[in-house]
T-cell receptor
Framework: AQSVTQPDIHITVSEGASLELRCNYS??????LFWYVQSPGQGLQLLLK??????LVQGIKGFEAEFKRSQSSFNLRKPSVHWSDAAEYFC?????????????FGSGTRLSIRP | EAGVTQFPSHSVIEKGQTVTLRCDPI?????LYWYRRVMGKEIKFLLHFVKESKQDESGMPNNRFLAERTGGTYSTLKVQPAELEDSGVYFC???????????FGPGTRLTVL
């Protein structure tokens, strides 16, 4: 069955520190992978996506993610976090060219920033 | 260009009542999706419209939920009668083509007492 696991429910980091949010997936075919962010009162915003090619993907707001097929992982990173990065982050898979239209989300990781 | 809008932003109703959520997709987007997140769980797919037709409704939890998209523009999601376990945030998304990026609205927070 297709699934996405985000093992960290809540993470707190200091402003200026580096960040890594973990994501593991289970998917029958080559996955299409996404990271979304939801800030308070806002909708889900796409940070970045991986379809194929270079396994290191650059996104908006200085985020990047690396696809590792051998580990079924797609971890999100940022070298230096800002207070405005406090939000909830969702890893997701699908849709792809041969799969259904629905996106499958992980349960989310809430990020807090320590001043 | 306006994004996906949802109304209301928050609804509080009692068990057994009816609630209707509305979603206005981005203009020109034929594909419209409904998702929901119940407390502490992952965001789950409910259904997908292509224009006014239901392409995939495999995520609809039961027959208390009715989604419509008359004329292929805005969509409504009616819950009748509402139960306690229906509480959560309901998201709507739209995309131009089926494999394009889905743009999400801010969600409607539904609280059933």
């Amino acid at each position: 069955a297709q699934s996405v696991t985000q093992p960290d429910i809540h993470i707190t980091v200091s402003e200026g520190a580096s960040l890594e949010l973990r994501c593991n997936y289970s998917y029958g075919a080559t996955p299409y992978l996404f990271w979304y962010v939801q800030s308070p009162g806002q909708g889900l915003q796409l940070l970045l996506k991986y379809f194929s090619g270079d396994t290191l993907v650059q996104g908006i707001k200085g985020f990047e993610a690396e696809f590792k097929r051998s580990q079924s992982s797609f971890n999100l990173r940022k070298p230096s976090v800002h207070w405005s990065d406090a939000a909830e982050y969702f890893c997701a898979v699908g849709p792809g060219y041969s799969s259904a239209s629905k996106i499958i989300f992980g349960s989310g990781t809430r990020l807090s920033i320590r001043p | 260009e306006a994004g996906v809008t949802q109304f209301p932003s928050h609804s509080v109703i009692e068990k057994g009542q009816t609630v209707t959520l509305r979603c206005d997709p981005i203009s020109g987007h034929d594909n419209l999706y409904w998702y929901r997140r119940v407390m502490g769980k992952e965001i789950k797919f409910l259904l997908h419209f292509v224009k006014e037709s239901k392409q995939d409704e495999s995520g609809m939890p039961n027959n208390r939920f009715l989604a419509e998209r008359t004329g292929g523009t805005y969509s409504t999601l009616k819950v009748q009668p509402a139960e306690l376990e229906d509480s959560g945030v309901y998201f709507c998304a739209s995309s131009q083509a089926i494999y394009n990026e889905q743009f999400f609205g801010p969600g409607t927070r539904l609280t059933v007492l």
